[in-house]
């Protein structure tokens, strides 16, 4: 059994305030019994954040800074492949920042009036659009090919300028986002969102963008790790309270449901991401200092934790 948490910790006074009031029982035993492996280090500033480089890595695909080929692995398909996400853009005085974490009362019909209505655009740059979810498209062109983007994870709440792909070969990116500005304004979908009274569908985020590797090229993939998403909301709305009551609860589930396979003899990891860092723990023997010291007093989560 693997758990993979990401948004375990995030690089703000909020959460490092709700972090030191934090009680996490499960959690500490089960890093006490547990080995870290090396610290898997980066910065808030990577295209691609901690928790998606340690699922790539545990699944096989190339772990290459914004090119992990997620929408090609969900497409299942050969070629360069990228998720376009309908989104809402805020327009400030200073900055364009992406809202989120996702749009609301969203319905397939109104995903898929815009889509068509988006297809015509995307094909001229030799795009092919394939709707997959409300909230998520599967897109495929030769354009994606090495074409570096940033998670959706890393852009919500956040101004867009800093995030965009800014290489010769995103030029055209940058058009079709322009173009698809003004067809969305004027958009029949979003007048009837305007008389419901939620935001408008204004631009789209391309991400998840890359190739599969060929299938002799491919490392061995490990178990498929249970990512477990209920801090995410909360963190990119920075609501700490929110996040802590999360916490507590994934403690008093799915770290216990850990523990009791390690008390059942199975081979248990976890994996721990903040905006920076990611670490795993393994089952493995542990020096017997190691032991000792696990027996007499074990450090608080929150230690382990700051260093994501």
Known sequence: MHLLIPFAFCSS????????????????????????????????????????????????????DGLIPWAALQS???????????????????????????LPDFPAQESQALLAAMQPYFA???????????????????????LATASLDRVVGRNVASWMPDTHSAVNLQRLQSEMQMLLYSHPVNDARAARGVPPVN????????????????????AEPLVITALRDAALREDWAAWAK????????????????LDRGESSQLTLC??????????????????LISFFGTQPPSIVLEQL
């Open 124 to 146: 001229e740059d030799g795009i092919t659009l394939h709707y997959d979810q409300p909230e998520r498209w599967l897109a495929c062109g030769d354009a994606f090919a090495g």
């Open 203 to 222: 631009s789209f985020w391309l991400s998840g963008t890359g190739s599969l590797p060929q299938p002799s090229r491919q490392p061995a993939v490990e």
């Open 13 to 64: 006074e909020g959460c490092s305030s709700a972090l030191h009031s934090l009680k996490l029982p499960q959690l500490e035993k089960l890093l006490s019994r547990l080995t870290a492996e090396r610290l898997d280090t980066g910065d808030e500033l990577t295209l691609s954040p901690p928790h998606e480089r340690a699922l790539a890595r545990a699944l096989g695909l190339p772990v290459q």
């Open 76 to 102: 299942q398909a050969d070629g360069a492949w990228g998720f376009v996400t309908p989104c809402h853009w805020q327009v400030g005085s200073k900055h364009v920042a992406m809202s989120g974490p996702a």
């Open 246 to 261: 999360a916490w507590q609860a994934i403690d008093a589930t799915q770290c216990v449901t850990l523990l009791a396979a």
């Open 274 to 291: 903040g905006e920076r860092n990611a670490q795993r723990f393994i089952t493995q023997p542990k020096p017997i200092l190691t032991r």
